[in-house]
């Protein structure tokens, strides 16, 4: 098969370099926005006078053409064909003749995949970004019934202090939100066309680079040539923010896989987002979770991949540059359907609130309330009043009570600077509701903080 390069050449390619370089197989993904791409480029051509209307028209309606031959499953993908820039020039050579050879006048396909592979970007930050929206919202709704809910707050994990269960969501929310900004900024700062650059320096020809940017939807062009086919730090950018997106929400269903667990009993799963074992025929097992915490993992494979990629490259475009792709579309397509399959996952989950209350119950979760009832109520120093709680906790571990079922005599005995209005301040919504700080846990707080997601989530919906 003749290369669209073969001018220069006397031989033709062995077929293990046609396999070796080829990316045609991948970068197929692309095929709408090179279409797109090269319609506005044709486009631009026929206004400073490179192409005529007839020509135009050709270029147009054989790109629908192939669209729809891809699109139909009739196109044929060739290794020989290199990529998918070059299969779909040649394919539009092959039907349309002259006019065909004429679209790449001006543009190289450094350019073109740059313009290429950013746009593809630019559509999935905002693709992720609705469904990071889609699970704030089941998270805020079921953060909405859980205001009173108590369960431990873990440090270490181990039991610390009691807040309530939508608390504990609203710091998923706050995360996912930044996430949010986070693909969002990266949208605005990218938002640029390289479409013009050509193979590194520009052209000669009278291009209009600002009527492509427009067509394509860009908010302007690039300032530099040689930066810009370069430049990959909008895909980078793309996998560092999947990356964190990963992270924070493997943390939730590393949280979801022990709350499953019968020790701690705080969810179930539902059936249908729920597996069973092989051989133990009781088991009922939180693979959804477990399979978004792994998954992160290969995400940030990605990054680092193309970081390491990216280090060594002297400018402009360098073939190593082609492996920028397999890398995002995989990190792209794992984030997304481990957010759909999330939220499903969240949203058809029990909460089992008894087991959460009942946790308060373990562990002595108001020990920090007495400790500051000592200080506010009978003038003892935190040390000191640390030191009595400690007592305290003693005396309840050897009768096998938690610190909120003391009795008051036993409290006396220990110090008798305690009154017996101390019972409340033992008590575990006492203790969750004294925490009434700005971000605190109080149930007064915790609402505050889910309106302001409720408004958030009104916003960005329109
Ligand atoms: N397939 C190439 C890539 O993905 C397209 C650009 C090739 N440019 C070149 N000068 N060989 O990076």
């Keep these: 098969m003749e290369k669209m390069w073969s001018g220069r050449f006397s031989k033709g390619a062995s077929s293990l370099l046609d396999e070796f370089n080829a990316s045609v197989m991948f970068d197929r993904e692309l095929y709408i926005e090179d279409i797109e791409g090269s319609i506005a480029h044709a486009t631009m051509l026929k206004s400073v006078g490179i192409l005529t209307s007839s020509e135009l028209e050709q270029i147009i309606n054989g790109l629908d053409e192939i669209k729809k031959e891809i699109e139909d499953g009739a196109f044929e993908w060739r290794l020989s064909d290199e990529d998918l820039h070059m299969a779909i020039e040649k394919r539009l050579t092959d039907k349309i003749g002259q006019a065909g050879k004429k679209l790449h006048t001006a543009r190289s396909r450094n350019d073109q995949v740059a313009v290429d592979f ?4 630019l559509r999935q930050n905002k693709e992720i970004k609705e469904l990071v929206l889609d699970l704030m919202q089941t998270t805020l709704d079921i953060a909405s019934k859980h205001t009173d809910t108590l369960l431990p707050g873990m440090t270490h994990l181990q039991h610390a202090q009691p807040v309530n269960f939508a608390f504990h969501l609203g710091a998923y929310l706050s995360m996912f939100k930044r996430d949010i900004a986070r693909f969002e900024d990266s949208y605005t700062r990218n938002n640029i066309s390289p479409l013009g650059c050509a193979a590194l320096a520009g052209t000669p020809h009278k291009i209009d680079r600002e009527q492509t940017a427009k067509l394509l939807g860009f908010d302007g062009v690039s300032l530099n040539c040689l930066d810009t086919v370069s430049d990959r730090d909008f895909a980078l950018e793309i996998l560092f923010n999947i990356s964190t997106l990963m992270m924070h929400i493997s943390r939730l269903c590393e949280e979801l896989v022990l709350w499953s667990s019968y020790e701690f009993g705080f969810i179930e799963l539902s059936d249908e987002y729920s597996t069973g074992s092989s051989i133990m025929p009781q088991k009922k097992n939180p693979d959804v979770p477990e399979l978004v915490r792994g998954k992160t993992g290969r995400v940030y494979g990605a990054l ?13 475009y360098n073939k190593d540059t082609q492996e920028d792709k397999e890398g995002v579309f995989d990190a792209v397509k794992t984030v997304k359907i481990s957010l759909i399959i999330l939220t499903q996952a969240i949203k058809t989950m029990t909460v089992k609130k008894d087991n ?5 119950k373990k562990g002595h979760l108001s020990a920090t309330d007495l400790a500051d009832y000592l200080v506010e109520e009978c003038g003892i120093a935190f040390r000191e009043a640390h030191f009595i709680t400690g007592k305290a906790v003693a005396r309840c571990e050897e009768l096998g009570i938690d610190l909120s079922d003391i009795s008051y005599d036993e409290l006396y005995a220990i110090d008798n ?3 017996k209005d101390v019972i409340k301040y033992l008590a575990i919504d006492h203790s969750m509701n004294a925490r009434d700080s700005q971000g605190g846990t109080s149930t007064n707080q915790t609402k505050q903080q889910l309106k302001y997601f409720k408004d958030y989530l009104n916003r960005s919906q329109i």
């Design 118 to 121: 950013r746009r593809f970007v």
């Design 304 to 316: 680092i991949g193309l970081l390491t990629v990216m280090k060594g490259l002297p400018l402009a």
């Design 356 to 360: 959460m209350q009942a946790a308060c």
């Design 417 to 419: 600077r305690i009154k």
